[in-house]
Each structure stands twice: as structure tokens, then as C-alpha cells.
């Protein structure tokens, strides 16, 4: 994400629908209950106004304590050098991992893209435990993408997990979250010696929990999360996440707004976030973590956050930064992962082999990173972690 490609104006992918003259309503997926994003604009209510609910009550009730059975798995920052295509490491807590991570119906593909001088920045997350299941994917961008992906993949979860609310109100755990995780970015990037840059740099994050039967989902970015229901003639594809971009008419004026200007370069296809009358930072999404100087123009933290009871014809759970979506529309992904039945580890390498030839086919000598996760939902309802 956040690359310029020197594609024709007049060409569209596959998987791109006309947003000029779209509301973001008509971009919210189905059968969901969507917290608007207004009522989270401040994190400073005090926990001891939260529903006649004592601070000490909360602390003792909703904080979260690992179990013993806790799984993570998450990516490793890798080299500028690795060949394109190639796997992206894994970081393995917990013992059994993979094992654990195969009974449960889970698997990833995190692969590099064709990018010069850029290691793979993307990355991503899961953790199994008794009681929920977290996935995560982050699609880095700018010259320290990588960092901030891997910073925000490391903190961003355990951020989550250890919040007050955790297991009171977790669409608002889930933007506090976010939007702590984009304070500390802050303060990174603004210090003198910061550790990488968050200036010009940000990332993606989407978030979906699954707690018992229902669906948590938080997100800024592009990174797409689907569900795969199964119907009368297949599967059908449901949009869990919204693409944040600029030209979404909510998302446009709220950069306008700011004094920021949304507009293409010459030879360039995306909409992207500048500076007026400037060509930086050049953010092709309108809500991101990281990216300062972004965001004093109008690009914003903020998570769109929602929740869903899990329909018992809910098969799949896909969930996979834009170097998949680039060419191939969601039904088309979805069509790939179910072919494979329950072997989503043949599923995972087969979408991302396929996104990788389509970017081969359309841009010859240029890709963008791929992360897919595939989760088979009943698998998850129904395993047995202990």
C-alpha cells in the first residue's frame, strides 16, 4: 500500500467499485451493528462513569489474564534483500503452536512483494486462547512501514487484552486501543531520537476478535476482512471492512476540512491525502496509524468498529492486506479459499500465489506485499483449546 503505479487512469481492477459519488453507508457490511465513530471521539471518559460501575469492580472483573493455553503467532521484520515472493518468518509463542493453530482451522501467508530497496511491510497476528481468538494484519507504508507494522502488531493486541474494558465493552476497548497505540506512534516520531519514523510513515491495522459466538471487527485502512456464508448455490462473499480511502465523500471533506487536498499524480490511480498545494505525504487511505504529518491534514486514527452475532452458515473468516485485493474482488478470493474445502493451508498459499501472478500479469515487473489469514469459523466455535 502507498505505492505509485504508472497505470492508466481509464484501467480499473477487478476489484476496485467507483466511490465518486458513494456514501460510506453504502460501504458498511450487512446484518452489522456499527458504533459510530462521533461516540468515541474522546478517551477521557472516567471509568468510574461507565454503567454505575466502580473502578475497583472494573479492574477485578475485566481485566485479562492469559491463560495457559495462550498461542501468538506474528511476523518477523525481514530483509530488504529477501526475493519477492518469498515467506515472510514467523514468531511462534506458546508450545504446540502450528499444531494447535492447524486443529483450530487457522493459517497464514505473509510473502514479499516486488519492491526495490523496501523489505516486506506487512505483517500480522494471531493468538488463540480460552476465550477468544484475535487476528490481525498491517500493511505497512513510507520508509519505515515495516517498523511501524511490526511495532503495532507487537503492542496493539496486548493493548486490547489489558484494557479496562476488555470484557465489559470491547468495540470501545478496541478504539481506545487504536488510538493509545497512535499516541505512543506519536511521540516516536516526534522525539529526537525516535526509534524509527512516524512522520511520514504508518500503517493499516485491521482487528477482528471472535469471543464465543459473535464478531468483534476494528480497522483503519484498506486491509480487507471478509466472511464466507454458505448458501443455497455456494458461498457468498460478506464485507466485513470498509476501504478507507480519501474519496469517500465522509472521509474527503473531514481532509478538506483539515486544509489537506485530495488528488491523483499524473500517470498515478489512487486518490491520495497531500498537504495543499504540496506532493506529501502522498497516502493513498484516509485513517491510518502512524503518518503525523497525515494526520494534521485530515487523515485520522480512529477505528471503524463493529460487532455481529456469527450466523451458523459461516464458514470462512478471510482476512488480508490490499496486495490481495488489488485484482481480485472479494467473491473471487473467497471462491479460491473454498475450493480447498478445510485445508487452509493450501488455501492461504493459493490466494497468494494468484494475487501475485495477477500483479505479474498487469504490472510485469511490480508487486505489492501479500498477507492472507484463513480461519474456518466452526472450526474455531467448536475447538477444544484446553
Known sequence: MGLCFARSKDEKSPSTKSIN????????????SVVPMNNYSSIEEPLSNYAGISPREINSQSRYQPSQSLVKVEGKIGSRHQKGFEGKKMSIIGNSGLQIMQKAGIAVACKKGLKPNYPNQDDFAIIIDEDFYYFGVFDG???????????????????????????????????????????????????KNGEFDTLISGTTATSIIIRKNRLYIGHVGDSRAILGIKGENGYEALRLTIDHKPMLPEEKKRIEAKKGQVRRLDNDIPYRVFVKDQNYPGLSTSRALGDVIAQQVGVIPNPQTAEMEINVNTEYLILCSDGVWEFLSDQEALDIVASYGRNVEMAVEALATLSYEKWIENEKDISDDITVIVAIVPSLLNFEKI
Open 21 to 32: 459519488s458513494a456514501s460510506i453507508d453504502d460501504y458498511l457490511p450487512r446484518r452489522l
Open 141 to 191: 507504508h513510507g520508509q519505515d512501514g515495516h517498523e511501524v507494522s511490526s511495532y503495532v502488531k507487537h503492542k496493539l493486541p496486548t493493548q486490547i487484552m489489558e484494557h479496562e474494558l476488555f470484557e465489559i465493552d470491547l468495540l470501545r476497548t478496541i478504539t481506545e486501543s487504536y488510538l493509545k497505540i497512535n499516541q505512543n506512534l506519536e511521540k516516536i516520531g516526534t522525539a
